[in-house]
């Protein structure tokens, strides 16, 4: 079971590279940054579910953090841009 969820959460993380590569704004790259960060976040808590896998879950936390402090920054940089 954990290995399927683990093939859609990477088929999603992919798509989100995509957009990324792709994106026609800043604003949109941003967005799939995020979004790239939440896969990650969900990965890493479908891995930690594992019996005796080893991953903590304050990994989970660090990585969330890290990625809501840069969309947060990166929104921030947006805005002044923009004006």
Known sequence: M???AL???AVAAL???VKVLRGPA???RVISVDGFI???VIA???????P???VVESTVLIVAL???VGTAILARFIERRGS
């Open 2 to 4: 954990n290995n399927a």
């Open 26 to 28: 800043v604003a949109d």
């Open 52 to 54: 005796a896998s080893g």
């Open 7 to 9: 093939a859609i959460v």
């Open 44 to 50: 890493v808590t479908i891995a930690s579910a594992r």
């Open 15 to 17: 798509l989100f590279i």
């Open 38 to 40: 939440s896969t990650v």
């Open 66 to 68: 890290g990625g809501f």
